[in-house]
Nanobody
Framework: QLQASGGGLVQAEGSLRLSCAAS??????VGWFRQAPGKEREFVAF????????DYSNSVKGRFTISGDTTKKTVYLQMDSLRPEDTAVYYC?????????????????WGQGTQVTVSS
Protein backbone atom coordinates (compact mmCIF):
# COMPACT_ATOMS: atom_id res chain seq x y z
CA GLN A 1 0.00 0.00 0.00
CA LEU A 2 1.31 3.42 -0.94
CA GLN A 3 0.30 6.82 0.36
CA ALA A 4 1.62 9.92 -1.40
CA SER A 5 1.31 13.38 0.08
CA GLY A 6 2.84 16.84 0.02
CA GLY A 7 1.55 18.32 -3.20
CA GLY A 8 0.18 21.83 -3.50
CA LEU A 9 0.38 25.19 -5.23
CA VAL A 10 3.72 26.98 -5.37
CA GLN A 11 5.22 29.83 -7.32
CA ALA A 12 7.98 29.30 -9.85
CA GLU A 13 11.39 28.84 -8.25
CA GLY A 14 9.70 27.59 -5.09
CA SER A 15 10.04 24.21 -3.39
CA LEU A 16 7.85 21.32 -2.31
CA ARG A 17 8.57 17.98 -0.69
CA LEU A 18 6.52 14.95 -1.55
CA SER A 19 6.33 11.93 0.71
CA CYS A 20 5.47 8.34 -0.09
CA ALA A 21 4.83 5.88 2.71
CA ALA A 22 5.33 2.39 1.33
CA SER A 23 4.20 -0.54 3.44
CA UNK A 24 4.57 -4.14 2.39
CA UNK A 25 7.24 -6.73 1.94
CA UNK A 26 9.82 -7.13 -0.79
CA UNK A 27 9.56 -3.58 -2.04
CA UNK A 28 13.09 -3.10 -3.24
CA UNK A 29 12.63 0.10 -5.20
CA VAL A 30 10.39 3.15 -5.21
CA GLY A 31 9.85 5.50 -8.10
CA TRP A 32 8.17 8.81 -8.72
CA PHE A 33 6.29 9.49 -11.93
CA ARG A 34 4.18 12.40 -13.07
CA GLN A 35 1.41 13.02 -15.54
CA ALA A 36 0.44 16.42 -16.89
CA PRO A 37 -2.93 17.01 -18.57
CA GLY A 38 -2.97 15.60 -22.06
CA LYS A 39 0.43 13.96 -21.66
CA GLU A 40 1.64 10.48 -20.93
CA ARG A 41 2.92 9.47 -17.54
CA GLU A 42 6.65 10.08 -17.33
CA PHE A 43 9.47 8.94 -15.10
CA VAL A 44 10.84 11.44 -12.58
CA ALA A 45 13.15 9.60 -10.17
CA PHE A 46 13.76 6.27 -8.46
CA UNK A 47 15.47 4.96 -5.36
CA UNK A 48 16.73 1.40 -5.15
CA UNK A 49 17.22 0.50 -1.53
CA UNK A 50 20.06 -1.94 -2.12
CA UNK A 51 23.09 0.22 -2.58
CA UNK A 52 20.91 3.32 -2.23
CA UNK A 53 20.97 3.84 -5.97
CA UNK A 54 19.11 6.84 -7.36
CA ASP A 55 18.44 8.21 -10.83
CA TYR A 56 16.53 11.10 -12.34
CA SER A 57 15.02 12.18 -15.59
CA ASN A 58 17.04 14.80 -17.43
CA SER A 59 14.25 17.33 -16.96
CA VAL A 60 14.56 17.29 -13.15
CA LYS A 61 18.20 16.38 -12.62
CA GLY A 62 19.90 18.95 -10.43
CA ARG A 63 16.59 20.32 -9.12
CA PHE A 64 14.90 17.29 -7.53
CA THR A 65 16.32 14.96 -4.91
CA ILE A 66 14.93 11.56 -3.96
CA SER A 67 15.73 10.12 -0.56
CA GLY A 68 14.43 7.47 1.76
CA ASP A 69 14.06 6.54 5.40
CA THR A 70 14.10 2.78 5.86
CA THR A 71 12.85 2.92 9.43
CA LYS A 72 9.76 4.83 8.37
CA LYS A 73 9.52 3.03 5.01
CA THR A 74 9.06 6.43 3.47
CA VAL A 75 10.54 7.93 0.32
CA TYR A 76 10.74 11.67 -0.26
CA LEU A 77 11.01 13.79 -3.36
CA GLN A 78 12.45 17.20 -2.63
CA MET A 79 11.60 19.50 -5.50
CA ASP A 80 13.49 22.78 -5.77
CA SER A 81 13.59 25.50 -8.42
CA LEU A 82 10.16 24.43 -9.59
CA ARG A 83 8.98 25.49 -13.02
CA PRO A 84 5.48 25.79 -14.49
CA GLU A 85 6.25 22.77 -16.68
CA ASP A 86 6.61 20.67 -13.51
CA THR A 87 2.86 21.02 -12.99
CA ALA A 88 1.37 17.52 -12.93
CA VAL A 89 -0.10 14.83 -10.78
CA TYR A 90 2.79 13.05 -9.10
CA TYR A 91 2.59 9.35 -8.35
CA CYS A 92 4.80 7.15 -6.26
CA UNK A 93 5.17 3.52 -7.20
CA UNK A 94 6.90 0.52 -5.69
CA UNK A 95 8.28 -2.76 -6.96
CA UNK A 96 10.29 -5.79 -5.99
CA UNK A 97 12.43 -5.21 -9.08
CA UNK A 98 15.86 -3.62 -9.01
CA UNK A 99 16.28 -2.97 -12.72
CA UNK A 100 14.26 -1.26 -15.40
CA UNK A 101 13.20 1.30 -12.85
CA UNK A 102 12.63 4.19 -15.26
CA UNK A 103 9.73 2.34 -16.83
CA UNK A 104 6.24 2.58 -15.38
CA UNK A 105 5.42 -1.00 -16.26
CA UNK A 106 8.12 -2.19 -13.85
CA UNK A 107 5.99 -1.05 -10.91
CA UNK A 108 2.95 -3.10 -9.90
CA UNK A 109 2.03 -0.93 -6.92
CA TRP A 110 0.91 2.69 -7.22
CA GLY A 111 -0.23 5.42 -4.89
CA GLN A 112 -3.21 7.65 -5.53
CA GLY A 113 -1.29 10.67 -6.83
CA THR A 114 -0.82 14.16 -5.48
CA GLN A 115 -1.29 17.37 -7.46
CA VAL A 116 1.61 19.77 -7.88
CA THR A 117 0.83 23.12 -9.48
CA VAL A 118 3.55 25.68 -10.22
CA SER A 119 2.43 29.17 -11.12
CA SER A 120 4.53 31.54 -13.19
Amino acid sequence: QLQASGGGLVQAEGSLRLSCAASGRNLHSVGWFRQAPGKEREFVAFLRWRGYITDYSNSVKGRFTISGDTTKKTVYLQMDSLRPEDTAVYYCAATAREFGLTTATSYPYWGQGTQVTVSS
